[in-house]
């Protein structure tokens, strides 16, 4: 069975502070996905990474796949409250279908 | 572009009782995949249907079952229901191929007594 742990799992952080998500592995994944959940809400996709290593940005959060496709990082620059929410990575095993193994989740809450 | 729609929003069952659970994915989408979310589980995938076939099916028992129609729109149903099926199901559609991204809807509230 694949899991993903996310870490930390609760983040209460001001506005203006940096911070970064863990989502480890132990298993290969061939797409890391990260999404974003806020209450009474679907997820909503923020970004996927395909190779070992890359990197991506989008605006203040950049996202980032471990070489050996088992780890994934969100750094988000100077958070802002319209942060808050529900962080989840997902990992897809193979190019083909949509069975994706969710992490634990990060919830993170940006104060005034 | 209308979004993937769940229907009903919110369900209260009793224990040993049946439900269907509807979703309507996007226009152009033909792929369905339902997922339940739970405060101890988080997020776990139960099936995926592509052009009417299930193509990819979780660890979910028997008694969760599903379907999908011509028009891509599919269904979910949850026979003999027990205590722990109480969740937010979730839908979510994609074009199928690749990495295509998936679009999920606000879900289904279910609470069993």
């Known amino acids: 069975t694949q899991l993903l742990e996310q870490s930390p799992q609760f983040l209460s952080i001001q506005e203006g502070e940096n911070l970064t998500v863990y989502c480890n592995s132990s298993?290969?994944?061939?797409?890391l996905q990260w999404y974003r959940q806020e209450p009474g809400e679907g997820p909503v996709l923020l970004v996927t990474v395909v190779t070992g290593g890359e990197v991506k940005k989008l605006k203040r959060l950049t996202f980032q796949f471990g070489d050996a496709r088992k780890d994934s990082s969100l750094h988000i620059t100077a958070a802002q409250p319209g942060d808050t929410g529900l962080y989840l990575c997902a990992g897809g095993a193979s190019r083909g279908g949509n069975k994706l193994t969710f992490g634990t989740g990060t919830q993170l809450k940006v104060e005034l | 572009k209308a979004g993937v729609t769940q229907t009903p929003r919110y369900l209260i069952k009793t224990r040993g009782q049946q439900v269907t659970l509807s979703c309507s994915p996007i226009?152009?989408?033909?792929?369905v995949s339902w997922y339940q979310q739970t405060p101890g589980q988080g997020l776990q995938f139960l099936f995926e249907y592509f052009s009417e076939t299930q193509r990819n099916k979780g660890n979910f028992p028997g008694r969760f079952s599903g379907r999908q129609f011509s028009n891509s729109r599919s269904e979910m149903n949850v026979s003999t229901l027990e205590l722990g099926d109480s969740a937010l199901y979730l839908c979510?559609?994609?074009?199928?191929?690749?990495?295509?991204?998936?679009?999920f809807g606000n879900g289904t509230r279910l609470t069993v007594t």
């Open positions: 979510a559609s994609s074009l199928g191929g690749g990495y295509s991204p998936l679009h």
């Open positions: 298993s290969v994944f061939s797409s």
């Open positions: 226009s152009g989408h033909r792929s």
